[in-house]
């Protein structure tokens, strides 16, 4: 009977290593394109118009069940695969799952440190054409995206990180190449 070496079995990681890696995709995506089209797109409309956007923007994104699921379970994928290849004497690969954590808890500190409480101060101005002061869409365009640009970072470097963890898990995981059968056969026979 075969014996199955634990270290070599795929179990759960796997799983959540591609689960990771898609979630953080899909941020990395969201925030580049936030940086690349949206952003420099409502740069070019009034203020007014600008705060009704950007707030319908925010108000979509905080109403959305899939984006809370995949902007949380990007974490807990990463966090636990790192966990479970570590458990499985698989250190590379725990290194850069965790590796892959850290950047994104950077990305949720940024996030509950800049750009929510931006996204909160934008919602107090309540409705534009009554808002008598528009002055902080100024300061909200320059420091919500400079914000935004340093998550689409992170999570990008996020991904790659995952990716490699994801490479080192198939490599400890695959089988072992085939032996090639022992020549044995009659070396008389070949030079005849």
Same mark, same amino acid.
Not at 2 to 28: E, F, I
Not at 32 to 61: H, Q, W
Not at 105 to 119: I, Q, R
Not at 144 to 153: C, E, G, H, I, Y
């Given at each position: 009977?075969?014996?199955?070496?634990?270290?070599?079995?795929?179990?759960?990681?796997?799983?959540? %290593?591609?689960?990771?890696?898609?979630?953080?995709?899909?941020?990395?995506?969201?925030?580049?394109?936030?940086?690349?089209?949206?952003?420099?797109?409502?740069?070019?409309?009034?203020?007014?118009?600008?705060?009704?956007?950007?707030?319908?923007?925010?108000?979509?994104?905080?109403?959305?069940?899939?984006?809370?699921?995949?902007?949380?379970?990007?974490?807990?994928?990463?966090?636990?695969?790192?966990?479970?290849? /570590?458990?499985?004497?698989?250190?590379?690969?725990?290194?850069?799952?965790?590796?892959?954590?850290?950047?994104?808890?950077?990305? %949720?500190?940024?996030?509950?440190?800049?750009?929510?409480?931006?996204?909160?101060?934008?919602?107090?101005?309540?409705?534009?054409?009554?808002?008598?002061?528009?002055?902080?869409?100024?300061?909200?365009?320059?420091?919500?995206?400079?914000?935004?640009?340093?998550?689409?970072?992170?999570?990008?470097?996020?991904?790659?990180?995952?990716?490699?963890?994801?490479?080192? /898990?198939?490599?400890?995981?695959?089988?072992?190449?085939?032996?090639?059968? /022992?020549?044995?056969?009659?070396?008389?026979?070949? /030079?005849?």
């Amino acid at each position: 009977m075969m014996s199955v070496d634990p270290r070599r079995s795929g179990g759960a990681a796997g799983v959540l %290593l591609t689960v990771g890696c898609v979630a953080m995709g899909l941020l990395s995506g969201l925030f580049y394109a936030y940086d690349l089209s949206v952003m420099p797109g409502l740069s070019r409309l009034d203020d007014a118009a600008y705060l009704t956007a950007m707030r319908n923007f925010n108000d979509a994104i905080d109403n959305s069940g899939p984006f809370a699921v995949v902007f949380l379970g990007a974490l807990v994928a990463t966090v636990w695969a790192a966990v479970a290849e /570590h458990r499985r004497g698989r250190g590379a690969a725990a290194a850069w799952a965790a590796g892959a954590g850290v950047l994104y808890l950077a990305v %949720l500190v940024l996030t509950v440190s800049v750009n929510l409480p931006l996204n909160s101060e934008l919602a107090r101005l309540g409705d534009p054409a009554k808002a008598a002061d528009l002055s902080l869409v100024d300061r909200f365009k320059g420091v919500w995206s400079a914000a935004n640009l340093v998550r689409t970072l992170l999570t990008t470097a996020a991904v790659a990180c995952l990716a490699q963890a994801l490479r080192l /898990h198939g490599a400890s995981t695959a089988p072992p190449p085939p032996t090639a059968p /022992h020549l044995t056969a009659d070396r008389s026979a070949v /030079h005849n």
